[in-house]
């Protein structure tokens, strides 16, 4: 790492109209407990130790730059993604702002406001203490329907990530899925997801294919299952949003 780039680097998914939740607002800024999503999640990662964010942004971006708030000792930084092409293309969006930047760079999406910043830090841990090219946040969830499944080898390490909509009936019975928070090695890690293809059931380039393309080169991968699966909760409706508030207000989440 430079000199002149001290901190850990985070990159913030927030790019997402949402359509399912249907309002004109980008996603990332529905309210939950009287805060933004996107606000639940810097706490979180800021939290976790990370103090050099960049927010991969597109729809209504001035919004979502408006809820950024000014944080001694962290600083932001905004990327377009001005198509939508899956969430390795949104990742990659960020290459141009991490140029000078050697380390972990933990990923993760503006609309998981449960993620805490300890199940973020035990992340990064676990990547620093193997050297792994990837690690990845994943949580047992039974039925595990709409979720991209974790897949082990023989030695238990998780080798890939299949997608629901690509998975056969076997790899659908698997219950560990993929929370969409990972930690890369930079800048090793855009180099691979240059390599990513979109030969599947959405045409859209797979962040998760990272995992399985590192471990072509021969690297170490692996997940971190999360001791309270319900972390793993996001928001993709306003059914799911209600759901989440009143897991607050019972201080159960």
């Known amino acids: 790492m430079s000199a002149n780039n001290v901190g850990l680097a985070a990159v913030i998914l927030a790019a997402g109209k949402g359509t399912r939740m249907r309002s004109e607002h980008p996603k990332v800024a529905a309210p939950l407990a009287g ?29 979502v730059r408006a809820l950024v708030p000014e944080i001694p000792g962290v600083t932001a930084e905004f990327v377009m993604q001005t198509e939508q092409k899956g969430t390795g293309h949104a990742f990659l969006c960020a290459e141009p702002a991490l140029l000078d930047y050697a380390g972990p760079v933990l990923c993760t999406a503006g609309d998981m406001p449960l993620l805490s910043a300890r199940s973020l830090q035990n992340l990064l841990e ?3 203490a193997r050297s792994l090219a990837v690690a990845v946040l994943s949580a047992r969830i039974d039925p595990p329907h709409g979720y991209g ?56 380039y797979y962040l998760p294919d990272v995992l399985s393309l590192a471990r072509a080169e021969g690297r170490a991968t692996d997940a971190l299952m999360l001791e ?18 009143a897991l607050l207000q019972a201080g159960r989440a």
């Open 126 to 128: 676990l990547h620093q």
């Open 149 to 204: 499944r974790i897949v082990r080898n023989a030695g238990g390490d998780a080798e890939r990530i299949v997608e629901e909509k690509d998975a056969d009936d076997a790899t659908k019975r698997i219950t560990e899925v993929n929370t969409g928070a990972y930690v890369f090695d930079a800048p090793g890690v855009f180099g691979l997801i240059k390599r990513i293809g979109s030969s599947n059931a959405q045409n859209e």
């Open 228 to 245: 309270n699966a319900g972390e793993a909760r996001g928001v993709n409706s306003p059914e799911e949003l209600a759901q989440l508030e």
């Open 35 to 63: 805060r933004a999503l996107l606000n639940h999640v810097i706490d979180n990662v800021v939290g976790a130790g990370f103090q050099r964010l960049v927010f991969v942004v597109g729809y209504r971006h001035e919004e």
